[in-house]
């Protein structure tokens, strides 16, 4: 039955990875908003988005809407809700608000007045109430307020979605999980065709596509609020958990050839511990060097690549110019006939490249703007889109179609 409201939270700019990968869920009514997809269904598809969602960070579940005019409503609103079928005394909660134009100024009096409706609650009825945990709580309670209208979410999915449980330790700027997903999601690759990060740090995009390719539910290493609820139907999610087992031992096989690069030994052996922890050792293929020395083991099909961009408008030093184009004769020598997608936050940084750019997709990074450009590799270097061709380098001069 179609009985359940839900939300789930992505990147600005992943709408539509996360809209298609909640259609091939099964969800229905899938509606998109700036940063987020509302959907139906019921109970088992919560925990499925859970599970398998690569490019959400976030799965909440509607509890109730109405109307709320000042504190007093906002109190009896939250009272309303049944809070023990979520938790019990024993257990933790936090409560987070997000607030535009209502009668509260910020967000901590509305999540205050919730936090007491719920702890009023169970005082009432047990007696006691449940501590506050804001490191780990068993149960996340979201207050949306929008001038008069509320709404109120549990969180399903507790720790974000993006912590998938293979990174103990973080490279200095790695790209979220959910993101790379969601980015890899939005490429013509195909999963089976050869794929190179020629600057992979801690190899994000590499081990998302191999989950990707081989039918690996990303959140299979970890846990998931839901399971700690007291209403939870631990027999639905054990099908479903196992479902993805299965699947994920079946799809063992179907890792395509990945290879990384990067010119940093720190980033790749950060690299290598989140390969093993993911259990992909020996899947991936890790070199280290300058990409612009960068011989892949096989002619990769797509690259897919996050270079360093600074801030994002500010003029690029010379060293990251010198890498980027860099980066652009790695493509010219040796990914001839390849489409690759780049990661840019800093448009002066991507004419180094001497690229003709096609699809340009905004999509956010952290607090930086950026694009997710494709190129087709083969077309000749020129001037075009406002872009400059790079700096002649000796593979350039070399070429004789330049
Ligand atoms: C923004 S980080 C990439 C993060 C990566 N996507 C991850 O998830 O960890 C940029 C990476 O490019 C590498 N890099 C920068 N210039 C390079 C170059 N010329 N050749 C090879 N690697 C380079 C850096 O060492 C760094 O690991």
Redesign the pocket.
């Given at each position: 039955m179609n009985d359940h409201r839900y939300y789930a939270a992505c990147t600005l700019g992943l709408e539509q990875a996360l809209h298609d990968e909640l259609k091939a869920l099964g969800a229905g009514n899938v509606q998109i908003r700036r940063g987020a997809c509302e959907f139906r269904g019921d109970r088992a598809l919560g925990y499925a988005a859970c599970l398998w969602l690569r490019s959400a960070v976030r799965v909440q579940e509607e509890l109730l809407r109405g109307r709320v005019r000042d504190r007093d409503d906002l109190y009896d609103f939250a009272r309303s809700v049944d809070w023990s079928r979520s938790i019990t005394t024993l257990q933790t909660l936090a409560v987070d608000a997000s607030v535009r134009d209502s009668f509260a100024n910020d967000t901590r009096f509305p999540a205050l007045v919730v936090k007491d409706a719920i702890c009023d609650q169970f005082r009432e009825a047990k007696n006691k109430r449940p501590d506050v945990d804001r490191e780990r709580p068993d149960l996340i309670a979201k207050l949306v307020l929008h001038a008069d209208q509320a709404i109120l979410y549990r969180d399903l999915s507790g720790e974000p979605l993006h912590k998938r449980g293979y990174r103990e330790i973080q490279?200095?700027?790695?790209?979220n999980e959910a993101l790379?997903a969601g980015l890899l999601l939005a490429t013509d690759w195909d999963k089976k065709e050869p794929l190179c990060?020629?600057?992979?740090?801690?190899?994000?995009?590499l081990v998302e596509a191999a989950f990707l390719a081989m039918d690996r539910a990303p959140g299979l290493a970890r846990s998931f609020s839901f399971e700690r609820f007291v209403d939870a139907d631990l027999d639905a999610w054990r099908t479903i958990y196992d479902d993805a087992e299965r699947r994920s031992i079946a799809g063992a096989s179907k890792c395509p050839t990945l290879l990384g690069?990067?010119?940093?030994s720190g980033?790749l052996s950060?690299?290598e511990i989140a390969i093993d922890a993911a259990g992909l050792k020996g899947k991936v293929r890790l070199q280290e060097?300058?990409?612009?020395e960068?011989v892949p083991a096989v002619a990769p099909s797509v690259v897919v690549?996050?270079?360093?961009y600074g801030e994002r408008l500010d003029a690029p030093t010379e060293e990251l110019a010198?890498?980027w184009s860099?980066?652009g004769r790695f493509f010219h020598q040796r990914c001839q006939g390849a489409r690759a997608y780049v990661l840019s936050g800093n448009p002066e940084l991507t004419r180094h490249l001497g690229l003709r750019a096609g699809n340009k997709m905004p999509v956010r990074n952290g607090p930086i703007e950026c694009r997710w450009i494709r190129y087709e590799i083969g077309h000749k270097t020129r001037q075009a889109d406002g872009e400059t061709a790079p700096q002649p380098g000796p593979a350039d001069r070399n070429d004789p179609s330049s």
């Open positions: 490279h200095k700027s790695p790209l790379a990060d020629p600057m992979c740090g801690s190899a994000t995009f690069n990067d010119r940093h980033a950060i690299a060097g300058d990409c612009a960068f690549v996050n270079p360093p010198a890498d860099g980066l």
